[in-house]
Protein backbone atom coordinates (compact mmCIF):
# COMPACT_ATOMS: atom_id res chain seq x y z
CA UNK A 1 0.00 0.00 0.00
CA UNK A 2 2.99 2.54 0.67
CA UNK A 3 4.31 2.06 -2.48
CA UNK A 4 0.73 3.53 -4.41
CA UNK A 5 -0.53 5.75 -1.35
CA UNK A 6 0.75 8.81 -2.35
CA UNK A 7 -0.65 8.77 -5.75
CA UNK A 8 -4.17 7.74 -4.49
CA UNK A 9 -4.38 10.71 -1.82
CA UNK A 10 -3.53 12.70 -5.18
CA UNK A 11 -6.43 11.19 -7.26
CA UNK A 12 -8.46 11.77 -3.84
CA UNK A 13 -7.84 15.29 -3.64
CA UNK A 14 -8.77 15.57 -7.05
CA UNK A 15 -11.43 14.07 -6.51
CA UNK A 16 -11.30 11.14 -8.94
CA UNK A 17 -12.77 8.00 -8.56
CA UNK A 18 -10.26 5.54 -7.22
CA UNK A 19 -10.16 1.25 -7.54
CA UNK A 20 -7.71 -0.57 -6.26
CA UNK A 21 -6.67 -4.53 -7.34
CA UNK A 22 -4.89 -6.29 -4.55
CA UNK A 23 -3.23 -9.92 -5.28
CA UNK A 24 -4.76 -11.98 -2.37
CA UNK A 25 -4.05 -15.62 -3.55
CA UNK A 26 -1.56 -16.92 -5.80
CA UNK A 27 -0.51 -20.03 -7.13
CA UNK A 28 3.04 -21.49 -8.78
CA UNK A 29 5.88 -18.64 -8.52
CA UNK A 30 4.14 -15.02 -9.52
CA UNK A 31 6.36 -11.79 -10.84
CA UNK A 32 4.47 -10.20 -8.04
CA UNK A 33 3.87 -11.19 -4.03
CA UNK A 34 0.19 -11.43 -2.10
CA UNK A 35 -0.70 -8.31 -1.35
CA UNK A 36 0.93 -6.43 -3.96
CA UNK A 37 -1.86 -3.40 -5.17
CA UNK A 38 -2.78 -1.85 -8.33
CA UNK A 39 -4.80 1.49 -8.14
CA UNK A 40 -6.66 2.86 -11.32
CA UNK A 41 -9.14 5.70 -11.89
CA UNK A 42 -11.80 6.87 -14.43
CA UNK A 43 -9.23 8.33 -16.88
CA UNK A 44 -6.55 5.79 -17.58
CA UNK A 45 -3.95 6.69 -14.98
CA UNK A 46 -2.52 3.78 -12.94
CA UNK A 47 -0.42 3.60 -9.86
CA UNK A 48 1.60 -0.11 -8.80
CA UNK A 49 0.64 -3.27 -10.01
CA UNK A 50 -0.34 -6.98 -10.33
CA UNK A 51 1.73 -9.06 -12.65
CA UNK A 52 4.54 -6.16 -14.15
CA UNK A 53 2.27 -6.00 -17.14
CA UNK A 54 0.57 -9.35 -18.65
CA UNK A 55 -2.74 -8.96 -16.94
CA UNK A 56 -2.88 -4.70 -16.01
CA UNK A 57 -5.17 -4.01 -19.20
CA UNK A 58 -7.44 -6.83 -17.87
CA UNK A 59 -7.31 -5.61 -14.21
CA UNK A 60 -7.95 -1.93 -15.40
CA UNK A 61 -11.13 -3.12 -17.15
CA UNK A 62 -12.74 -4.84 -14.24
CA UNK A 63 -11.77 -2.18 -12.09
CA UNK A 64 -13.67 0.11 -14.30
CA UNK A 65 -16.54 -1.89 -13.87
CA UNK A 66 -16.46 -1.72 -10.01
CA UNK A 67 -16.64 1.72 -10.03
CA UNK A 68 -19.19 1.84 -12.54
CA UNK A 69 -21.22 -0.07 -10.13
CA UNK A 70 -19.79 0.30 -6.74
CA UNK A 71 -19.58 -3.43 -6.38
CA UNK A 72 -16.13 -5.00 -4.65
CA UNK A 73 -15.31 -8.21 -6.66
CA UNK A 74 -12.48 -11.22 -6.92
CA UNK A 75 -11.30 -12.21 -10.30
CA UNK A 76 -9.02 -15.42 -10.96
CA UNK A 77 -6.18 -15.09 -13.68
CA UNK A 78 -4.52 -18.44 -15.08
CA UNK A 79 -2.15 -19.55 -17.69
CA UNK A 80 -2.72 -18.61 -21.28
CA UNK A 81 -1.96 -21.50 -23.34
CA UNK A 82 -2.11 -22.15 -27.24
CA UNK A 83 -6.04 -23.53 -27.40
CA UNK A 84 -7.79 -20.79 -25.79
CA UNK A 85 -5.29 -17.70 -27.52
CA UNK A 86 -7.61 -14.85 -27.22
CA UNK A 87 -8.16 -15.22 -23.11
CA UNK A 88 -5.92 -13.23 -20.74
CA UNK A 89 -3.43 -15.33 -18.89
CA UNK A 90 -0.20 -15.28 -17.03
CA UNK A 91 3.01 -16.46 -18.98
CA UNK A 92 4.50 -16.92 -15.96
CA UNK A 93 2.47 -20.10 -15.25
CA UNK A 94 0.63 -18.85 -12.73
CA UNK A 95 -2.56 -18.66 -11.39
CA UNK A 96 -3.74 -15.65 -9.29
CA UNK A 97 -7.24 -14.34 -7.42
CA UNK A 98 -7.23 -10.42 -7.20
CA UNK A 99 -9.62 -8.27 -5.55
CA UNK A 100 -10.99 -5.45 -6.37
CA UNK A 101 -12.56 -2.88 -4.81
CA UNK A 102 -13.56 1.05 -4.85
CA UNK A 103 -12.12 3.62 -2.27
CA UNK A 104 -15.82 5.43 -2.82
CA UNK A 105 -17.48 2.60 -0.96
CA UNK A 106 -18.45 3.60 2.51
CA UNK A 107 -16.08 1.04 3.75
CA UNK A 108 -13.46 2.95 2.31
CA UNK A 109 -14.77 6.36 3.32
CA UNK A 110 -14.95 5.30 6.94
CA UNK A 111 -11.15 4.04 7.11
CA UNK A 112 -9.06 5.78 4.42
CA UNK A 113 -7.85 8.72 6.52
CA UNK A 114 -7.17 6.20 9.45
CA UNK A 115 -4.57 3.81 7.06
CA UNK A 116 -3.03 6.97 5.85
CA UNK A 117 -2.23 8.13 9.41
CA UNK A 118 -0.88 5.13 10.31
CA UNK A 119 1.58 5.18 6.97
CA UNK A 120 2.91 8.55 8.17
CA UNK A 121 3.15 7.24 11.47
CA UNK A 122 4.87 4.45 10.16
CA UNK A 123 2.81 1.67 12.41
CA UNK A 124 2.29 -1.92 11.90
CA UNK A 125 -0.98 -2.94 11.27
CA UNK A 126 -3.31 -5.86 9.61
CA UNK A 127 -6.32 -4.81 7.91
CA UNK A 128 -8.69 -7.77 7.12
CA UNK A 129 -10.90 -7.65 4.30
CA UNK A 130 -14.27 -9.96 3.72
CA UNK A 131 -13.81 -11.51 0.18
CA UNK A 132 -17.40 -13.17 -0.12
CA UNK A 133 -21.34 -12.91 0.85
CA UNK A 134 -23.42 -9.80 1.73
CA UNK A 135 -20.90 -8.28 3.59
CA UNK A 136 -17.83 -8.57 0.98
CA UNK A 137 -15.15 -5.60 1.01
CA UNK A 138 -15.80 -5.10 5.02
CA UNK A 139 -12.91 -4.22 6.92
CA UNK A 140 -11.91 -4.88 10.52
CA UNK A 141 -8.59 -2.89 11.04
CA UNK A 142 -6.49 -4.63 13.72
CA UNK A 143 -3.13 -3.42 15.90
CA UNK A 144 -0.29 -5.65 17.17
CA UNK A 145 -1.76 -4.13 20.66
CA UNK A 146 -5.27 -5.99 20.21
CA UNK A 147 -7.25 -2.80 19.14
CA UNK A 148 -9.21 -2.32 16.31
CA UNK A 149 -11.49 -0.40 14.05
CA UNK A 150 -14.35 -1.81 11.60
CA UNK A 151 -16.79 -3.98 10.97
CA UNK A 152 -17.08 -7.81 9.59
CA UNK A 153 -20.69 -7.81 10.21
CA UNK A 154 -21.03 -10.36 13.03
CA UNK A 155 -19.28 -11.07 16.38
CA UNK A 156 -18.49 -14.53 15.22
CA UNK A 157 -16.61 -13.41 12.28
CA UNK A 158 -14.93 -10.46 13.70
CA UNK A 159 -13.46 -12.73 16.50
CA UNK A 160 -12.17 -14.83 14.35
CA UNK A 161 -10.85 -12.14 11.91
CA UNK A 162 -8.97 -10.89 15.23
CA UNK A 163 -7.67 -14.09 15.84
CA UNK A 164 -6.29 -14.43 12.54
CA UNK A 165 -5.15 -11.15 12.33
CA UNK A 166 -3.20 -11.38 15.39
CA UNK A 167 -1.35 -14.60 13.98
CA UNK A 168 -0.52 -12.71 10.78
CA UNK A 169 0.79 -9.68 12.41
CA UNK A 170 3.26 -12.06 14.04
CA UNK A 171 4.56 -13.19 10.87
CA UNK A 172 4.00 -10.08 9.09
CA UNK A 173 2.68 -12.03 5.82
CA UNK A 174 -0.46 -10.87 3.65
CA UNK A 175 -2.76 -14.41 3.70
CA UNK A 176 -6.23 -15.18 2.59
CA UNK A 177 -7.82 -17.27 5.46
CA UNK A 178 -11.00 -18.71 5.97
CA UNK A 179 -12.83 -17.39 9.24
CA UNK A 180 -15.78 -19.49 8.78
CA UNK A 181 -17.64 -22.44 6.88
CA UNK A 182 -19.01 -19.88 4.53
CA UNK A 183 -16.73 -16.68 4.90
CA UNK A 184 -12.91 -16.02 3.25
CA UNK A 185 -10.76 -13.26 4.15
CA UNK A 186 -8.17 -11.37 2.81
CA UNK A 187 -5.39 -10.21 5.59
CA UNK A 188 -3.56 -7.51 4.73
CA UNK A 189 -0.45 -6.11 6.56
CA UNK A 190 1.12 -2.75 6.08
CA UNK A 191 4.39 -2.62 7.32
CA UNK A 192 6.77 0.33 8.54
CA UNK A 193 9.55 0.55 6.25
CA UNK A 194 12.64 -1.34 6.76
CA UNK A 195 15.36 0.72 8.36
CA UNK A 196 18.69 0.72 6.89
CA UNK A 197 21.39 2.17 9.56
CA UNK A 198 24.67 3.30 8.20
CA UNK A 199 27.24 3.85 10.32
CA UNK A 200 29.66 6.04 8.95
CA UNK A 201 28.71 9.17 6.80
CA UNK A 202 31.60 8.82 4.50
CA UNK A 203 31.51 9.31 0.77
CA UNK A 204 30.47 5.42 0.16
CA UNK A 205 27.44 6.24 2.26
CA UNK A 206 26.09 9.02 -0.11
CA UNK A 207 25.00 6.97 -2.89
CA UNK A 208 23.49 4.09 -0.45
CA UNK A 209 21.21 6.69 1.13
CA UNK A 210 20.03 7.66 -2.48
CA UNK A 211 19.73 4.05 -3.27
CA UNK A 212 18.22 2.85 -0.11
CA UNK A 213 15.30 5.41 -0.47
CA UNK A 214 14.73 4.33 -3.82
CA UNK A 215 14.27 0.81 -2.49
CA UNK A 216 11.30 1.80 0.04
CA UNK A 217 14.40 2.14 3.54
CA UNK A 218 14.32 4.62 5.71
CA UNK A 219 17.62 5.57 5.90
CA UNK A 220 19.68 6.72 9.43
CA UNK A 221 23.20 7.92 9.07
CA UNK A 222 24.80 7.84 12.19
CA UNK A 223 28.65 9.50 12.78
CA UNK A 224 30.02 11.63 15.59
CA UNK A 225 31.79 14.02 13.05
CA UNK A 226 29.75 17.06 12.25
CA UNK A 227 32.12 17.97 9.41
CA UNK A 228 31.03 14.72 8.17
CA UNK A 229 27.34 14.37 9.04
CA UNK A 230 25.82 17.01 7.94
CA UNK A 231 22.56 17.98 5.42
CA UNK A 232 25.20 19.55 3.20
CA UNK A 233 26.16 16.24 2.48
CA UNK A 234 23.43 14.16 3.10
CA UNK A 235 20.49 16.27 1.99
CA UNK A 236 17.89 13.16 1.56
CA UNK A 237 18.61 10.85 4.60
CA UNK A 238 15.52 10.76 7.25
CA UNK A 239 17.57 10.96 9.83
CA UNK A 240 21.10 12.59 10.90
CA UNK A 241 22.68 11.37 14.49
CA UNK A 242 25.36 12.75 15.32
CA UNK A 243 26.35 10.19 18.53
CA UNK A 244 28.78 7.82 18.75
CA UNK A 245 27.74 5.00 17.08
CA UNK A 246 27.50 2.39 19.57
CA UNK A 247 25.43 4.45 21.69
CA UNK A 248 23.16 5.31 19.03
CA UNK A 249 22.24 1.74 17.76
CA UNK A 250 21.44 1.17 21.48
CA UNK A 251 18.77 3.76 21.13
CA UNK A 252 17.43 2.67 17.86
CA UNK A 253 16.78 -0.70 19.27
CA UNK A 254 17.07 -2.83 16.04
CA UNK A 255 14.29 -5.11 15.29
CA UNK A 256 14.05 -7.88 12.20
CA UNK A 257 12.90 -4.52 10.33
CA UNK A 258 16.27 -2.97 10.68
CA UNK A 259 18.71 -3.50 8.71
CA UNK A 260 22.90 -2.47 9.48
CA UNK A 261 25.74 -1.20 7.37
CA UNK A 262 28.81 -0.06 9.22
CA UNK A 263 30.86 1.22 6.05
CA UNK A 264 33.46 4.02 8.13
CA UNK A 265 36.14 2.43 8.03
CA UNK A 266 37.58 3.46 11.58
CA UNK A 267 37.83 0.71 13.97
CA UNK A 268 37.49 2.61 16.75
CA UNK A 269 34.27 3.66 15.66
CA UNK A 270 33.39 0.31 13.29
CA UNK A 271 33.94 -2.53 16.49
CA UNK A 272 32.04 -0.79 19.12
CA UNK A 273 29.34 -0.38 16.99
CA UNK A 274 28.97 -4.01 15.21
CA UNK A 275 29.52 -5.45 18.83
CA UNK A 276 25.96 -3.65 19.84
CA UNK A 277 24.55 -4.34 16.38
CA UNK A 278 25.38 -7.70 16.23
CA UNK A 279 23.60 -8.44 19.97
CA UNK A 280 20.78 -6.53 19.14
CA UNK A 281 17.82 -8.30 16.72
CA UNK A 282 18.72 -6.54 13.56
CA UNK A 283 18.06 -8.51 10.22
CA UNK A 284 21.14 -7.95 8.66
CA UNK A 285 24.66 -6.40 10.20
CA UNK A 286 27.46 -5.99 7.97
CA UNK A 287 30.53 -4.40 7.73
CA UNK A 288 33.34 -2.57 5.06
CA UNK A 289 36.68 -4.08 5.12
CA UNK A 290 38.82 -6.82 3.53
CA UNK A 291 38.96 -10.47 3.75
CA UNK A 292 42.29 -10.20 4.66
CA UNK A 293 41.31 -8.41 8.18
CA UNK A 294 38.30 -10.81 8.52
CA UNK A 295 40.17 -12.86 10.86
CA UNK A 296 41.54 -9.32 12.87
CA UNK A 297 37.83 -7.95 13.11
CA UNK A 298 36.40 -11.21 14.74
CA UNK A 299 39.23 -11.67 17.62
CA UNK A 300 38.61 -7.53 18.22
CA UNK A 301 34.61 -8.59 18.34
CA UNK A 302 35.04 -11.11 20.72
CA UNK A 303 37.08 -9.49 22.69
CA UNK A 304 34.19 -6.81 22.95
CA UNK A 305 31.76 -10.34 24.15
CA UNK A 306 30.45 -10.92 20.78
CA UNK A 307 29.31 -14.94 21.27
CA UNK A 308 30.70 -16.70 18.01
CA UNK A 309 26.79 -17.45 17.16
CA UNK A 310 26.52 -13.67 16.76
CA UNK A 311 29.85 -13.35 15.26
CA UNK A 312 28.15 -16.09 12.64
CA UNK A 313 25.24 -13.64 11.84
CA UNK A 314 28.01 -10.52 10.35
CA UNK A 315 28.61 -9.86 6.70
CA UNK A 316 31.99 -9.61 5.94
CA UNK A 317 33.20 -7.75 4.33
CA UNK A 318 30.11 -6.02 3.53
CA UNK A 319 27.94 -6.31 0.11
CA UNK A 320 27.90 -8.99 -3.01
CA UNK A 321 30.69 -9.53 -4.97
CA UNK A 322 30.70 -7.32 -8.51
CA UNK A 323 33.73 -6.26 -8.84
CA UNK A 324 32.34 -2.76 -7.52
CA UNK A 325 35.15 -0.15 -7.43
CA UNK A 326 33.48 3.30 -7.35
CA UNK A 327 31.48 4.34 -4.18
CA UNK A 328 28.41 4.13 -6.69
CA UNK A 329 28.76 0.50 -7.72
CA UNK A 330 29.61 -0.29 -3.15
CA UNK A 331 26.65 0.94 -2.73
CA UNK A 332 24.77 -1.26 -5.20
CA UNK A 333 26.49 -4.02 -3.78
CA UNK A 334 25.71 -3.62 -0.38
CA UNK A 335 22.18 -2.78 -1.09
CA UNK A 336 21.45 -5.80 -3.06
CA UNK A 337 22.97 -8.09 -0.40
CA UNK A 338 20.73 -6.56 1.86
CA UNK A 339 17.81 -6.85 -0.72
CA UNK A 340 19.02 -10.83 -0.78
CA UNK A 341 18.54 -11.11 2.60
CA UNK A 342 15.60 -9.14 3.06
CA UNK A 343 13.88 -11.79 0.71
CA UNK A 344 14.94 -14.82 2.74
CA UNK A 345 17.80 -15.58 0.08
CA UNK A 346 20.43 -17.42 1.37
CA UNK A 347 24.47 -16.05 1.28
CA UNK A 348 26.00 -19.14 -0.08
CA UNK A 349 26.45 -19.85 -3.87
CA UNK A 350 27.21 -17.47 -7.01
CA UNK A 351 24.01 -14.43 -7.78
CA UNK A 352 24.09 -15.79 -11.72
CA UNK A 353 24.74 -18.95 -13.54
CA UNK A 354 28.05 -19.34 -15.41
CA UNK A 355 25.61 -20.64 -18.58
CA UNK A 356 22.43 -20.92 -19.18
CA UNK A 357 22.96 -24.01 -22.02
Known amino acids: MRE????????????????????????????????????????????????GGCIEGAVY??????????????????????????????SCGSSLDVFIESLQSSTWQTHYSTLQQNLVENQLLAVVTLLNGEDTGAKLLVWPDGRTQGSLGSPELEKSGLKAAIQQLNTRDPKAVKLSEEAEAF?????????????????????MVGLARALGFRTLVVDPRKAYANRERFPDADE?????????IEKLNPDQGTFIAVVSHDDKLDNPALAEALKSQAAYVGVLGTKRNVPKRLDALRELGVSEDQLKRLHAPIG???????????ALSVLADIVAVHHGLERQGEIRQKSIV
Open 187 to 207: IDIFLPPSRLIIVGAVHIAIP
Open 61 to 90: EEAQEVLSNGKPKTVRYGVANDQTPWEIGL
Open 4 to 51: IAEDIKKWKNQNKAVAIATIVKANGSPMRPIGSKMAVTTDQQITGSVT
Open 320 to 330: LEIGAVQPEEI
Open 240 to 248: LIIEWPSDA
